[in-house]
Structures are given as structure tokens and as C-alpha cells.
């Protein structure tokens, strides 16, 4: 059994576990707007979010193409064994900045900690980064996604108070506790489409940086199935930490708020994955969703602090990704004998 072997499978299972503190990461993002309005139990958001995950992660390859393709050139890495432990400096350094922002309860974007490491690892390792890609997919969607759902948030918010302005309050609650049922299914199924594709798309680097993948041939069955499944158990798991920043500190949330900001942040999730194949953040999207219905109460209602606090990981995270990454394959290219 070769070298290469050996290190393309040891890369691929840090993959599928970087998925995992994706979705233990990312679970609040589907489910905390249910649990915060008592839509739903933790146990069976927590289920319901897992399943959900999985399906969405098998709808589309798109994202994943983007990762694979459109960040960093590997197969400029100057042997095979370069080319590998760029990809798992980049992992490693993803998964550090995963681990700090779960650990502090702030809601981080888990692809741009990957994009960033990626970025980062392909610098130090002498390989063409795509900067005009990493703009056009990345750098402006983190802007305009976010914006998006922030406005549309806010407009569906008033166009609902202004429909319901003569509605008896307890019975209306209880409909969109319902309602808020599907707009959670179909905000993890975003998860799973969006967030699953990005390590697909990484293993599949990986796969090409080992010789045992050809550009253009697509996403291996084998591949979607572990993404979706790793995605889905580190959903399934929790995310507690995140789930209490997004469901109570940011707003007091009811029903209905948390139905439009997970409707409307659902929808920015679909066009981006299937029309634009932007690897956007799911987190960036329902966390200004939140805020947007938030502002239709009065300024005060969104706790702008904390927001800003998040806003504050937003804009550290490609670059603190891109520096842990280039760090950790500095090292690793000294350690890991060729």
C-alpha cells in the first residue's frame, strides 16, 4: 500500500470529519428559530434537521464543483505529496477556526473557514490561488447574501404584520408554529445542499492532488453519501452553544418571525446553490434573516452588540482561517517526510 495511499485516506477521513464540526457547527442555523419558538423540541429539530441534511446534500454538485475547481489550482503543487498536505493544512486550519467559534458560541461561516484555509495552504504551498473567483463566489456573496436576507426578511415581516394586524394573536402563533415546521425542513435542506457540496468538492481535490481523479469527471456516488452522512451526524449531535446566540440573544423571536427568517433565508440558500453555485454561508444568511425581522419591531428589538460581535467573526474569518491553514502546512510540510 503506498504513501500516497495512506495520505489521501487519512485526508479524506479529516474531510468527512471537518463535515462533522460542520453540522455540530452550522445545526442552530436550520433549527434554532423552531426551538427558540417552541415550534419544535431540541430532539426533534435536532432529527428533523440530520434528515433533511442528508437529502439536500445529494441534490446538487454544483457548489461542489466551485470548491474542487475554482479556488486553488492543485495540480500546480510540485509533487503529489505537496499537493496533499496543502489540502490537509487547509482542513486542519478550517477545522481550528471551526472549533474556536463553536467554543465561543459565535456563529462563523464554516465555508469560508474552509475557502480561507484553502486560500491560505495553496500560498504557502506555491500553488495558483484563483482571486478573481474567491471575489466573484466568495468575497461578493458574503456581502450580498447576508443583505439580501436581511431585506427580504424585513419586508415579508411587514408585509405579515400588516396582514395579520386584526388577527386574534394565539391562534395565529399556533398556525405558524405549524408553518415553522416546513420553513426549518427547508432551511436544513439548504444546509445540506450548500454546506455537504463544499467538502465534497475538497475530497474530490484531494482525489486529483493523489492522482486518482481526472478534472471534469465529476463528484464520485461514494463521495455525496459520506458528505451527507458525516454532515447529518454532526447535525444530529447539537450545536446547543450557537442554537442559544441565533434563537434568543439576537432577538426575543415568535412564530412568526421565525417562519419569514427561515423562509426567506431558505430561498437565498436555493438561488445561490443552483443558479449562481456561490458557496455562500448559511450562517451569514439566517443570522441577518433574524436581525431583519428583528427591525421591524423597533431598532432596539435587534441586540445590535451581539450582532456586531458576529459580525466581527464574519469579517476574521477568511483570513484567520487563511492563516491558521498557511501555518499548520508550513509545518506540516516539514514534519511529513515526502
Excluded at 101 to 119: K, M, R, Y
Excluded at 187 to 200: E, R, S, V, W, Y
Excluded at 297 to 319: C, E, F, H
Amino acid at each position: 500500500m503506498s504513501e500516497t495511499f495512506l495520505l489521501v485516506s487519512f485526508i479524506i477521513a479529516v474531510a468527512f470529519i471537518f463535515d462533522f464540526t460542520n453540522g455540530f457547527h452550522d445545526a442552530a442555523n436550520a433549527i434554532a428559530t423552531s426551538v427558540a419558538t417552541r415550534a419544535l423540541s431540541k430532539r426533534a429539530a435536532l432529527t428533523m434537521a440530520a434528515v433533511m441534511n442528508f437529502i439536500g446534500a445529494l441534490l446538487g454538485t454544483g457548489v461542489a464543483e466551485t470548491i474542487a475547481q475554482d479556488i486553488i489550482h492543485i495540480d500546480d503543487a510540485e509533487t503529489a505529496h505537496v499537493g496533499l498536505v496543502i489540502v490537509l493544512g487547509a482542513l486542519a486550519g478550517a477545522i481550528i477556526w471551526n472549533l474556536i467559534t463553536w467554543w465561543f458560541g459565535l456563529p462563523s461561516s464554516s465555508s469560508h473557514a474552509l475557502i480561507g484555509g484553502l486560500a491560505g495552504a495553496g500560498i504557502v504551498g506555491a500553488v495558483s490561488v484563483h482571486w478573481d473567483a474567491i471575489l466573484d463566489k466568495v468575497v461578493i456573496p458574503m456581502v450580498l447574501s447576508p443583505t439580501i436576507g436581511f431585506v427580504l426578511a424585513y419586508l415579508l415581516m411587514r408585509l405579515l404584520l400588516r396582514m395579520l394586524a386584526n388577527a386574534s394573536y394565539k391562534p395565529t402563533m399556533r398556525r405558524f408554529r405549524h408553518l415553522q415546521t416546513i420553513s426549518a425542513a427547508a432551511m436544513a435542506l439548504g444546509h445540506g445542499l450548500q454546506d455537504a457540496q463544499k467538502t465534497m468538492g475538497v475530497v474530490v481535490v484531494a482525489l486529483i492532488a493523489g492522482g486518482y481523479h481526472n478534472h471534469g469527471d465529476g463528484i464520485p456516488t461514494w463521495v455525496k453519501l459520506g458528505a451527507a452522512t458525516a454532515i447529518s451526524l454532526g447535525t444530529y449531535t447539537g450545536g446547543q452553544r450557537i442554537m442559544k446566540t441565533l434563537g434568543q440573544k439576537i432577538i426575543d423571536l415568535d412564530p412568526a418571525s421565525g417562519f419569514a427568517a427561515e423562509a426567506v433565508a431558505a430561498s437565498v440558500l436555493y438561488t445561490t446553490a443552483f443558479v449562481w453555485q456561490a458557496p455562500i454561508s448559511t450562517t451569514h444568511t439566517i443570522t441577518t434573516a433574524i436581525m431583519g425581522v428583528g427591525a421591524t419591531k423597533r431598532r432596539s428589538a435587534v441586540r445590535w452588540g451581539i450582532a456586531g460581535n458576529i459580525a466581527t467573526a464574519w469579517v476574521m474569518t477568511l483570513p484567520a482561517a487563511a492563516l491558521m491553514a498557511a501555518g499548520t502546512t508550513w509545518l506540516l510540510l516539514q514534519v511529513i517526510p515526502a
